[in-house]
């Protein structure tokens, strides 16, 4: 295992801001895939018969109001 931790000091990116790079832009793609969550369950609702929307025990004007959410709000 030393042999594999010495190797890893010596790549081009040893010390450099890479790891938090490459941080924030999982963190963004996980943001990026959240919003599409939304919108699609979002859409999904509009589509739902009254009957659907009772037995999972939301109203309509509920689903109305959260399906109208810009995709970003929670």
Do not use: C, N
Not at 10 to 26: D, E, H, I, N
């Amino acid at each position: 295992m030393k042999a594999f931790d010495s190797t890893l000091s010596r790549t081009p990116f040893a010390g450099s801001a890479l790891p938090s790079r490459v941080g924030g832009l999982s963190a963004l793609i996980d943001r990026v895939l959240l919003w599409q969550q939304r919108q699609s369950e979002r859409h999904s609702m509009r589509g739902m018969s009254d009957q659907v929307l009772k037995d999972i025990g939301v109203r309509r004007v509920d689903m109305e109001r959260e399906a109208s959410k810009p995709f970003w709000m929670a």
